[in-house]
């Protein structure tokens, strides 16, 4: 085909058309994608499940969207560039389970959560559940140097990790100041824990190194701006949603 500029015809008009079609999508007709790590029980390695993949195996991790799947002990770069703690009331599944709301940090409901000692589990007055979840929006740095924005949620157990990569990213001073969570990379990898109830794989986290780019830290710092702003929100769980934040962990 004949080039024009050093482009294709069809370079052109595809550049051309940039957005075309698209005209009327909103944050809220997409899904963000998930990082998560695959559990035992997983649907990713049931064979009877319609999202069985064949060559997942449980500590690996996967895109929820993509269902890119990494290595666990081999991990993932990502670049952290928002965080949030989010408090969900969901109806116990004893009770028919679903997501009820998404509760403000500071209302008496929260307050006044009890936690179960025997199985970890916090409840409100009403009797439902009360999930804290650590929601970290990432930016994936994928080998070929592209950029993909996801999330990596942490609940229970996993909060734990939430707190230290937090403290991981406060970490990073220069001249005694604190730096953006996007001016450093982690890998994010799994490994295993087990208890009595059974066992199950956890996020292991640690330093990868500087932001590799002006151009990945301006990205990554304009999505920050974008949620900040409250530009670009995360949509709840639908209201016949099950607890999908802890279905595959047996705790």
């Not at 929260?110 to 007055?125: I, P, T, W």
């Not at 939430?162 to 970490?171: D, G």
Request: charged share 25%.
């Amino acid at each position: 085909m004949p080039k024009k500029n050093g482009l294709s015809e069809l370079e052109e008009a595809l550049e051309a058309g940039s957005g075309e079609g698209l005209e009327e999508v909103t944050t809220s007709d997409l899904q963000m994608p998930f990082i998560r790590p695959i559990q035992p029980l997983s649907p990713q390695v049931k064979k009877s499940d319609p999202a069985y993949l064949e060559e997942a195996t449980p500590g690996d991790i996967i895109n929820t969207v993509t269902n890119q799947l990494w290595i666990g002990d081999e991990g993932l770069v990502v670049l952290p560039v928002h965080y949030q703690l989010k408090f969900l009331e969901f109806i116990p599944r004893v009770k028919g389970g679903g997501f009820v709301r998404e509760l403000s940090p500071d209302s008496n409901d929260v307050r006044k959560a009890v936690r179960d000692r025997d199985s970890g589990m916090e409840f409100l007055e009403n009797g439902n559940e009360l999930v804290r979840t650590a929601q970290h929006w990432v930016k994936i740095c994928h080998e070929d140097g592209s950029l993909e924005s996801a999330i990596v949620d942490m609940k229970k157990t996993q909060l734990k990790r939430s707190r230290q990569w937090n403290t991981l990213m406060m970490m990073r001073k220069r001249n005694g100041v604190t730096l953006a969570s996007f001016s450093h990379t982690y890998r994010l990898k799994t490994v295993e824990e087990s208890n009595d109830k059974g066992s199950w794989h956890s996020w292991s986290i640690a330093l990868e190194g500087q932001v590799p780019s002006l151009e990945v830290y301006v990205e990554a710092r304009e999505l920050h701006g974008s949620i900040n702003r409250g530009e670009l929100q995360l949509a709840p769980p639908a209201p016949n949603a099950d607890q999908i934040l802890d279905d595959d962990v047996p705790f």
